[in-house]
């Protein structure tokens, strides 16, 4: 059997092993093509390693008999793997036998038929299926670390997109034992503590991760939205200027700022973070209506606010409580010219 790659078989993640494709003459006399009529076509779809592919891909061939020449259709069958397909009344003359696995040929196959007489035509079909080849996914790390300690960090952070930051912690821990300036494994680690809860543990490891390099941003952010969960507002604020400072380019650290400037009374100096953060990614963002609303709000501009309100109901039209918002919009829009 030749070994093809269908590209139906690469969008599922299998490929397949398909039988040589034969020209197959039966009988030799030139009489032969006009005598014989109505013979049975039959054989079994044998399909090797069916059993691996999963149900939800289908195991169910369609086998099409073509005319040779003109490539109309003749005949059907449906026929599962490790079933017989038959065919009954073929002529003499020139075929494709054709399978379909969804929508996509998978073995095809022309022949003459040249019989003296009627006669039954066994053509067994085989195929098999070949799963792929599985490769881990290519390491996005910034931190050049040994195989077997990238084997780890790989572990872990699978760990924690699967929920299971105490496996992830146990993991990492040894990691950075082994190499404490290992500042994207100490990243890693704080995440874990904090999904835990363990905020004592993940501020030691985003610290840890800042000193081993200082300009690590991940590090930097992920300390400053800790300090904001925490409410030690006057440590966020010096955390996220770094992280501005570090990616000025970058919504998230500007508004994050303005959350920290906002804990400290100090709206002036949140309202230009949170117009900074709209004007770099106005749709991630939106959130920084509701906070600029609030401040315009409590200043007595309600026409400011209602501004920010209508922005943020376009951008967030299933909000619930959008009837609260309308109504306060409707109240305190300024008047049309």
């Not at 196959?109 to 079909?125: G, Y």
């Not at 993991?171 to 503590?193: F, I, K, M, Q, S």
């Not at 952010?221 to 006057?234: Q, S």
């Not at 943020?312 to 299933?318: N, Q, V, Y």
């Amino acid at each position: 059997m030749n070994r093809l790659d269908w590209p139906l078989a690469s969008r599922v993640g299998l490929s397949f092993l398909l039988a040589s494709v034969l020209v197959v003459v039966v009988g030799f006399s030139p009489e032969a093509w006009c005598q014989g009529t109505g013979h049975i076509l039959f054989g079994d779809l044998k399909v090797k390693g069916a059993d691996e592919v999963p149900v939800e891909l289908g195991r169910t061939f369609q086998v099409l008999l073509k005319d040779g020449t003109s490539t109309r259709l003749v005949a059907r069958d449906t026929v599962t793997a490790g079933g017989r397909y038959r065919f009954n009344g073929v002529g003499n003359g020139e075929y494709i036998l054709e399978v379909l696995w969804g929508n996509q040929v998978v073995y095809e196959e022309r022949f003459i038929l040249m019989e003296f007489k009627k006669d039954d035509i066994r053509k067994d079909i085989e195929l098999e299926y070949v799963l792929p080849e599985r490769k881990p996914p290519p390491s996005t790390s910034v931190y050049s670390r040994p195989e077997e300690e990238q084997a780890r960090f790989d572990e872990a952070q699978q760990s924690i997109q699967q929920g299971n930051p105490a496996a992830a912690i146990q993991l990492l821990e040894g990691v950075v034992n082994r190499d404490p300036l290992d500042y994207e494994a100490w990243t890693e680690l704080g995440t874990a503590y904090f999904l835990r809860d363990e905020w004592r543990q993940a501020e030691r490891c985003y610290r840890r991760a800042s000193q081993a390099k200082v300009d690590f941003l991940p590090a930097r952010v992920n300390l400053g939205k800790l300090l904001l969960t925490r409410k030690r507002y006057e440590e966020a604020l010096e955390a996220l200027t770094t992280a501005v400072e570090l990616a000025p380019d970058r919504a998230e650290t500007h508004y994050l700022l303005g959350e920290a400037y906002l804990g400290l009374k100090l709206g002036s100096r949140a309202v230009p973070c949170m117009e900074k953060a709209l004007e770099l990614d106005p749709e991630a963002m939106a959130e920084a209506h509701l906070r600029l609303a609030a401040l315009y709000d409590a200043a007595g501009y309600r026409d400011r606010a209602s501004d920010e309100y209508r922005r943020f109901l376009e951008k967030r039209p299933d909000f619930e409580r959008r009837r609260e918002l309308e109504e306060y919009i409707r109240r305190n829009s300024r008047p049309q010219p």
